[in-house]
């Protein structure tokens, strides 16, 4: 009897992000709030974080609440979205970095493999690399550690992929 196994991955598509990063710039530049200010919603790809920028406080948050509607309407989990520490630049200006969890950190890895182990489901979870690979003999074991781990919150968004 064939092996039948499900990956655990938690991915955000940096696209979607930057659409919804174009589209809240626009409607920053059409506000009233923002007028006369230099405030900016920027995306870095590579080190996958947004940086927010205004001049005060208040605004920074404004931005963050803005760019975190655009991006939940286009359905990306706010859970993968970690705002830092609000700080003060130069010119009594402020800025934000949120950083975009992409994988599943270690930490909380072991925490969905110790949670699948305690259920005594007849699954395997091996750790590799940001995603998990659940694997066993029957499809609806498989099911219901699927429905275990969606009835659960890590703090972070599941994805389950490569169902075979």
């Known amino acids: 009897m064939a092996d039948y196994s499900f990956d655990i991955v938690s991915k955000v598509d940096l696209n979607v992000i930057s659409e919804a990063v174009s589209a809240a710039n626009k409607e920053i530049t059409n506000r009233y709030d923002f007028k ?21 406080e208040f605004k920074v948050n404004t931005l963050r609440d803005i760019i ?16 830092q520490k609000i700080e003060s630049a130069l010119g009594g200006n402020a800025k934000q970095t949120v950083k975009i969890q992409q994988g599943i950190p270690a930490e909380k890895a072991k925490q969905i493999s110790k949670t699948i182990k305690d259920a005594k489901l007849k699954v395997s979870a091996s750790i590799q690399g940001d995603q998990l690979r659940v694997s066993s003999k029957s499809k609806d074991e498989l099911q219901n550690t699927m429905a275990l781990l969606r009835g659960q919150d890590f703090g972070v968004e599941l994805q389950f992929t490569n169902y075979r």
């Not at 006369?36 to 005060?56: F, M, P, V, Y």
């Open 36 to 56: 006369g200010t230099s405030s900016s919603i920027e995306l870095n790809q590579k080190d996958n974080e947004l940086k927010l920028a205004s001049s005060d």
């Open 68 to 83: 975190f509607t655009r991006i939940a309407k286009r359905g990306i989990p706010l859970k993968n979205m970690l705002p």
